[in-house]
């Protein structure tokens, strides 16, 4: 056999060799993303898991959000959000007082990461974004989510003795926000204080009557109870005649609405609405999950517009893929949860850990690569989510929500573009194996 020969079969050989190498590690890596994606379609949600599984899994998102906080992450997203800072801060705190609420192992680290935040929050760059004129100062925006955090801090270090400096200042505060409220409703008629000059939307003040709320809770006080049934009454009036949920944005003069209800602020509200307000917010949740559910096969999200409604994103919702709020599902989320909605739940976790592309390394576990915190963090409140004022087993939601053969189309996707690889791998198995046997022995 001459050497130019020997060195044309050579090539060929390892030709092959390398066809048929390259052929495996695409089917073995395409068979890899159908198991990963198949498993992420059937995530477990925190209703499915126990309290030790839901940190387990909390904690590797929340080193995540450190190192983002750290890195300045926190000034990043205010570049992209008008509350981008905030609610970067105030989700991690909260997630974290959920965290130790469910393992008192976690507690002291718990406390001492939501204190961290509470202090961002209290500091300059927390406040730049809401004007020092509005009663309450800062607005209800502001005063609202950092009240509920410190009275979570209170909460979760034992009540007002073992935090005095928490409950002191949390105090002060909620009379405050209580006497801007009361001074709203006297004036107008209207429960909506503004979080911007001149802009009110009824999720804020949702937020902060739950504090308010929160703030007798932790005393066992009475002090606001007269004011909550006042807030609760004229927010009734108020609602969106369309949906019959809390609207999206009112008039700061007299609370009517401007704007009808939205997922985006609908999510947030229900959730906080629950704490004060269980029964209604209860059925609120059905209403609203009936109306905004997602008709988009494979797709269980949320629309931020109701069925029927097809308007584009903007400030508020960010992007909408097919009329869906990234973010609104996000939160409905945690609402599910709290719910006691279990289809809904599931769908939504599915959803999150199929989209979401997560990775975990170095104990950090991020979503698209990590270059949303805070859309990272607003998942990681949903997933910790926990009762505050109303355990959570006390409310469940009717039966609805998404259909369980949601997953159907992504499983449809997986036998239609799997098979194709593999039986490309055996064809050119087949032709190697061929072009291996003697001519002669071919023909008989």
Known sequence: MSATVHSRRLGRSVGRITLVTGAAMVALVA??????????????????????EVVADAVPRLTFLRHAIDRGADEEMQQ??????????????????????????????????????????????????????????????????????????????????????????????????????DRQLTATGSPFLPAYPGQAWPVDSTVGIAAVRLADHLTGGTTYTELTRRWLTAADARRDPATGLL?????????????????????????????????????DWARFRDLFVSNVPGAPGLREHPQGVDLPG??????????????????ALGDAVLFGDRRSANALTGLAETTGLAIEYDNQRRYLGGVLPVGDAFLTWSLTATGWIVPTADTVAPAGGPSPWWRLPWLLAVALLLPPWWLLLWLILAGTRASQVPAGRRLR
């Open 31 to 52: 068979t890899l993303a159908a198991t990963i994606l198949t498993v992420r379609l059937h995530a477990r949600t925190p209703l499915d898991r126990s309290d030790a």
């Open 80 to 181: 992209l959000f008008p509350e981008g800072h905030f609610f970067l801060h105030v989700l991690y705190g909260l997630s974290w007082v959920d965290v130790g609420t469910r393992d008192p192992d976690q507690r002291d680290r718990a406390l001492t990461e939501s204190r961290r935040a509470l202090a961002a929050l209290d500091s300059t760059a927390g406040r730049a974004p809401f004007s020092p004129s509005l009663d309450p100062p800062y607005g209800v925006f502001h005063a609202g989510w950092s009240s509920w955090l410190r009275g979570g801090v209170v909460r979760l270090a034992g009540g007002p003795t073992a935090a005095p400096t928490e409950a002191t200042r949390l105090t002060s505060d909620i009379a405050a926000l209580a006497a801007a409220f």
């Open 247 to 283: 609207p999206h944005r009112v008039d700061p003069a007299d609370g009517q609405p401007v704007e009808g209800a939205r997922a985006t602020s609908q999510t947030m509200a229900l959730r906080f609405l629950r704490e004060v307000y269980p029964v209604e917010a209860t059925r």
């Open 314 to 331: 903007d400030v508020d919702s960010g992007p909408l893929i097919f009329g869906l709020s990234a973010s609104a599902s996000a939160v």
